[in-house]
């Protein structure tokens, strides 16, 4: 499948975080609207069609996740360990998007079969350069593991 | 004047004895025995026959005349007499009691009379005859027995413990034993009390370490809390500041047309405290992680980590101009590189930052100390420190100077920090308007000849990833000190309790 527009899965729980994420997405060129989940269990309902998100019209399947770690319910690691385990999930792209910089937390998360990880940066440029890269790579890697 | 010692008649005086005595030599034992036997009564004076007869037979020099030696018997029986020890004379022939001094009867609580013509284990030295026997047979074929330490009883049953020690004298054909005899019941119930108080001593001080362990892990397991706490607190502010700087940033890119002049200055004083709110916490984050890492300590190329450190502070070089000059030669040093790295970082940037109105100038150089210790300095031309500040400015937030110059005051508390985690030290020479010496020192990491194993190579680091497969397991100066704190402050509270 060729990605010409990706679709992103923000999960955080911090509403102005995915807020600023999503500006950043958009000025950085993303034309489809950034999807959200606010924290892991929503990310899991809404990876698995459960409730609303079956209407994948409004809610349509992520091309990748950017997965915070620190979170309610259930924090990025469970999220990022249950999609591996999911047969039809297990290759999806996730981008673990912290603002650990710990080895301990990159380890793990490389571990549980994270596609990259990156430290949240401190401000607006570096966000600005994370998305555009991260846009231009989707745009050349054209196929998604998914399909 | 008496009759002779033959007829059985006491003599008057010592010198008849003795010149009865001489006239016969040949019969004198039969004598001996039989005054002792006839006279109970006549105790001192008997004894001074006996010891007359001892100095006749043989020590008596030729100049000595019978005057001087009445004189001399008389010097030594008082000796005898009031000596403090117990003193008995044996027959090795009859094994038994000829003579007793007075402190004999002090310690076993026998008289005289009861003593003279009994075996030594009817007054229970040794307890029995077989002992009695046996000791007889080692004194005869030693000439000399010793007990340190027996344990005897008096006539009236009470327990005393003395030091014995049996002498076999010759005195001419015949023999004598001489035992002497020591009350040591008090020095061994001194001895006693003094093995109990050692006892309870060592018991109490071993309690007081176990409390001052139990404490020790109470104090670093909060202390421990406490940096994680400092970690997640600075690490979580540091989200909703990061949405504040975004959305300020955004305001200022997008928005600035529309905003006024005050309005767009607003928006740059919430972003530069945000700015600075940000590098707060970047750098609380350090401290704590410095205080958290797991320290293995391996030998390290200090070049290598020097230009790691130069690097990592090349943005404030750049800035403030500063020209740094790195004096080899580097040796290795043992150190966990990452922390090393850290606490060069900051000690350099803090070289470059605190000078005033001119390019900064640095001197990185080593300096080999004695037993094994190499120093490290980092020297700048800035404004110097007052000796007052000296301890202060490795404390965290504690700054000297306000607006002047940029810092969040936690610089060199990591500088402290790591060195103490390192079981290293820092220490500063500085004088204000000439600059400041800063130096660090860890110890000399061996050669590699030295070293030997081909596994133990110094390690040369990636900057910021490190992992140090050589495990030295080390206190921190930071735990010595607390323990020693402790245990005076446990030493007082028991003193006052």
Redo the contacts between chains.
Sequence with gaps: MIIDNPIILAVDD?D??S??VS??FERAGLVQPIQFARDGMEAIDYLSGTGAYSDRVQYPFPTIVLLDL?MPRKNGFEVLAWIRQQPGLKRLHVYVLS??S??EDIRRCYDLGASSYLV?P????G?MNQARCLLAWLKLSHISPVA | MGGTPGGFALPDDLVSALGDYNNYRSGHGVMRAKLLGWTPNGYSRCAGVFSARLNSRNYLPPFMNKGALSVSELRYRRLFESAHDGILLLDPVTRRIIEANPFMENILGYDRAELLGKELFEIGLPQNQTASQAAFQELLANGQIRYENLPLQTKSGQRVEVEFVSNLYPEGTQQIIQCNVRDITVRKQLENSLRDADLKLSRHAAELENLVNVRTAELRQSNQQLERFIYSIAHDLRAPLRSMQGFAQLLVLEHAERLSQPGRDCTKRIMKAAQMMDQLLVDLLEFSLVSKQEMQLAPVALETVVQSALTGCENEIIESEAQIESHSPWPAVVAHATTLRQVLVNLIGNAVKFVAGKPPQVQLRSEERPNGIVRIWVEDNGIGIPMEFHERIFQVFQRLHTTSYAGTGIGLAIVQKGMDRMSGRVGLDSTPGEGSRFWIELPKAPSETERGSPELRVERPEPDHTVNPHKITHTSSEDRALSSRLSTLDSRLHSSV
């Design positions: 911090d102005c975080a807020s600023l500006t950043v620190n603002s650990s710990q080895e949240k401190g401000n607006l440029e966000l």
